[in-house]
């Protein structure tokens, strides 16, 4: 990208300071009152539905506490002293676990079973027997295949050839001419055969020189065998793990429950600490993050704290104007323990040192508890179900890559075989042999009738054409017919050689679909996983330093402050019981439908505007961030909307951040306070925000694939790698402060009509009072 992409803001301001909240008076005190109503009526609609039974204690207590996912049950349950004592029981557990040999055998079988959990095995391939009967036809037909008999039906050996043509060029037999009748026969009965044989060859179908009918070639024969062996290949190696005695498994299931049972009795401890950290990080959270969903509290998006303000709204003299009451704390009196328990509590958790337990959650981490232990021994009981029964012999185990070079031998052979032939034929055509053989044969024509008184002109008369010329021509026909008879030869003896290994191809196949059905098996085992993952957990514990509890004092002071909210917590439990089960003096309050859904949709929509004041107080924040942000490492890899669609409001955050401020800025000034008789006069600020635009897209869909990005393969930098992992903290920063505005369109288009829900209460309220 270049600078413009960098430097979003730069062109976009021109330079213009900001100067905070000041700079829009109205809406910071607009701001201030709805705030105010939003606690108020949260504190009504919890007096309701406390009532009506709607709000658990304990889901009250940990939304108001920003609890995490803890329960007050957990935190008021801690042992203290139970806590220390699984620490120590922690430092002995990593020696413990050093497995006997029938433990460790069983973890090799583990390990080889691992690969199946992503499936890289093709279990219906390696069932599949496709084309073994074609390929033992094709061996068959082979070893039948009578591919030299143009040739060894007709050919004259070699012998008498060259008995013959030594005759005539030694000058011997010009003194003996009686004795060259048998040589001109013989000749000519070559020259003959080597016609012969050119005709038959040449009317030879071009399939005979060919394998099979079936297949293209000798090697595609076994295609489909290569195809299994593949497949099976991936646990050629691993087999040899895969079968165990009973005697093992059962030394593995004990040493297991061993383990759980160890495990079993640090659970209570771990889970307090993991708890305490849940709490303690959402303390954190409640404090940074402007885009938290709260079910019964989204008047009090700080907490306790929000809701300690309840009281001290129903003493301002606007919001008294707007009540038509200062009545209305009488009929929220119940609401002042727990808010008073709560604020107590709550100053005890944000009073913790931020990050101070990380180093005692991080320590126990390999401690924390994996899969259910009854998950682990059904796991264990399933696999020694699967038995893998196979015919491991070295013959087997060669018998594809044998006949795979056979074939190839076969495939040369062929080859071999058909420029053997081209090569004949060409030779016996050759014109010039042609023409000298004519002559020759003419020759040795004329001998069959002469008197042995004309056999010396003729042996002459032979002797004077170019039988050097003959000699090498049929020479080399000669060896050319070595070369062929030897490529059918080897055809034939290595189609032998692959039919005399049909039993070891077959037993091949056998282990081929036993161990398809073996690893099916295993597959269906749903606890396969927790399995393995429960050896890797004890392998992590195994390695685990025990030193790095000596380091964790902290964080357990950090438990025991924690823990001491207990009793706070179970009077702050009671109170609310006490709410629910006390009888309800005021009517109206009763009368409200749906009170915790108005009252959150009020709260949702005052939080928007919260985010959208502070996005123009934190504007030189933003612009910061969006100057430093680099976006160079997304262009390179050509990331775009069409490649990852998770990263389109990234490569649009430039521009939907310039129309946001700008919207800001003319919302800011557009908003006049009023003087207003009734919640619902205060519906103006809300239409007009949600005019307001807000960043395109998902800011977690964005930061999902800035992370997947990161970890591609792609990415292999160190350099490129951490300019994402900064993207990534800078979406963080910029999600935290809640600028999706679309996504408070619901409240915004709803929040009218809740505002005149508790109008109506006021009123009914004050006749209540009447």
């Known amino acids: 990208f270049s600078d413009a992409h960098r430097n979003v803001l730069s062109g976009a301001y021109h330079r213009r300071v900001y100067r905070g909240a000041d700079e829009a008076p109205n809406l910071k005190a607009l701001l201030s009152q709805i705030q105010m109503v939003a606690r108020v009526v949260n504190g009504v609609s919890l007096r309701a539905e406390i009532s009506s039974g709607r709000i658990p204690p304990d889901q009250l207590i940990a939304e108001l506490l920003s609890f995490g996912t803890a329960t007050p049950l957990q935190i008021i349950s801690i042992d203290n002293s139970k806590i220390q004592q699984a620490i120590d029981a922690m430092k002995k557990i990593p020696e413990s676990l050093n497995g006997k040999p029938d433990v460790a055998e069983i973890e090799k079988t583990l390990a ?100 099979s009918k079936t297949f293209p070639s000798a090697i595609s024969s076994l295609h489909p065998t290569l195809a299994v062996a593949k ?172 006949i795979q070079k056979l074939l190839d031998d076969i495939e040369k052979q062929f080859k071999t075989l058909g420029e053997g032939i081209q090569a004949y034929k060409d030779a016996a055509s050759d014109e010039e042999f042609v023409k000298l053989s004519g002559t020759v044969k003419g020759i040795c024509d004329e001998s069959v009738n002469a008197a042995d008184t004309e056999l010396q002109g003729l042996v002459g008369k032979m002797k ?26 080897t055809i034939q003896i290595n189609s032998e050689k692959i039919s005399n290994r049909s039993a070891d191809l077959d037993a091949f196949y056998t282990n081929a679909g036993a161990l398809s059905t073996f690893l099916e098996c295993v597959k269906s085992n749903k606890n396969l996983k927790s399995v393995i993952d429960n050896m890797s957990k004890i392998a992590n514990l195994r390695k685990f330093d025990v030193k790095a509890l000596d380091t964790i004092g902290e964080g357990l002071e950090v438990v025991k402050t924690v823990s001491k909210t207990g009793d706070d917590l179970k009077k702050l439990n009671h109170s609310i019981t006490e709410i629910k089960n006390a009888p309800m003096k005021y009517k109206s309050i009763q009368r409200i439908q749906d009170a915790n859904n108005h009252a959150k949709i009020i709260g949702s929509a005052v939080q928007a505007v919260s985010n959208m004041k502070n996005a123009l107080e934190k504007r030189s924040e933003v612009e910061t961030i969006l100057k430093n942000m680099d976006l160079t490492v997304v262009q390179k890899y050509n990331v775009n909307t069409t490649a990852s669609p998770e990263l389109e409001g990234l490569l649009q955050l430039n521009g939907s951040i310039v129309k946001m401020f700008t919207a800001l800025d003319l919302f800011k000034t557009s908003i006049s306070i009023r003087q207003v008789s009734n919640l619902a006069d205060q519906s103006e600020i809300f239409e007009k925000a949600r005019a307001v635009a807000g960043i395109t897209g998902d800011i977690q869909k964005m930061r999902a694939g800035v992370q997947k990005l990161k970890e591609s393969d792609s990415v292999t930098t160190p350099q490129e790698k951490q300019s994402l992992e900064t993207l990534v903290a800078q979406l963080d920063t910029i999600d935290s402060m809640g600028l999706e505005f679309v996504k408070y369109h619901g409240s915004f288009d709803g929040v009218q009509k809740s505002l005149g829900v508790f109008d109506a209460f006021f009123v009914d309220f004050a006749s209540d009072l009447a």
């Open 112 to 211: 080889a079973l691992e690969s199946v959990l992503v499936d890289t095995v093709d279990t219906v391939a390696l069932k599949n027997t496709t084309g073994v009967k074609e390929l033992k036809e094709m061996v068959d037909e082979l070893k039948k295949k009578k591919l030299m008999d143009p040739i060894a039906k007709t050919f004259i050996p070699k012998k008498f050839w060259v008995n013959a043509i030594d005759a005539f060029e030694d000058d011997a037999l010009l003194q003996a001419p009686e004795v060259a009748k048998p040589y001109f026969g013989q000749i000519k009965n070559v020259l003959v055969s080597i016609n012969t044989v050119k005709a038959k060859l040449t009317k030879l179908p071009p399939e005979s020189l060919k394998p």
């Open 231 to 402: 497949e099976s290949s991936k646990y050629q190696s691993k087999t040899p793990n895969f079968s165990r005695t009973s005697q093992q498994w059962t030394a593995y299931s004990n040493f297991i429950s061993d383990f759980h049972k160890t495990m079993d009795k640090l659970k209570p401890s771990l889970e307090s600490i993991q708890a305490v950290k849940s709490v303690v990080d959402g303390q954190n959270r409640r404090r940074n993050l402007r885009n938290q969903t709260l079910e019964y509290t989204s008047g009090f998006p700080h907490g306790a704290s929000d809701m300690a303000m309840v009281f001290v709204d129903l003493t301002d003299a606007w919001m008294k104007g707007i009540l038509k009451t200062d009545k209305l704390q009488l009929a929220l009196e119940e609401l002042r323990n727990v808010e008073v328990l709560a604020k107590k509590v709550e100053d005890v958790l944000r009073g913790q040192k931020g990050g101070a337990i990380d180093p005692l959650d991080k320590a126990v981490a390999d401690f924390y508890p994996g899969a259910d232990g009854s998950e682990i021994t059904s796991g264990i009981a399933e696999i020694q179900k699967c038995v893998l029964n196979t015919n491991e012999s070295a013959a087997v185990g060669t018998v594809v890559a044998e």
């Open 464 to 489: 004077k054409e170019n039988l050097t010329k003959l000699r090498a021509t049929v020479d080399s026909i000669y060896s050319l017919v070595a070369q062929i008879d030897l490529a059918v030869t």
